[in-house]
């Protein structure tokens, strides 16, 4: 069964990203690098942290 939740740690500035990236990280509640949200693991969630996934690291709670 999959986890109810997830760590999500922003690891790159958001600084020169394309609006849409920048609005992922507003929805997941990222500000800062190196800030760690726990977010519900739904499809939306998911969903946003594939479109940036190379600026985040994820682990499951």
């Known amino acids: 069964m999959a986890s ?3 760590s999500v740690t922003m690891t ?3 600084f020169g990203r394309l609006p ?3 609005a ?3 929805g997941l509640g990222l500000r800062k690098i190196n800030q760690t949200v726990e977010v ?8 946003m ?4 996934s190379y ?3 994820v682990e499951e709670k």
């Open 20 to 22: 849409v990236h920048q």
């Open 24 to 26: 992922c990280l507003k």
């Open 12 to 14: 790159k500035s958001k």
């Open 55 to 57: 600026m985040l690291r």
């Open 49 to 52: 942290i594939k479109k940036i």
């Open 40 to 47: 519900l693991n739904t499809t939306e969630n998911q969903g």
């Open 4 to 6: 109810n939740k997830l």
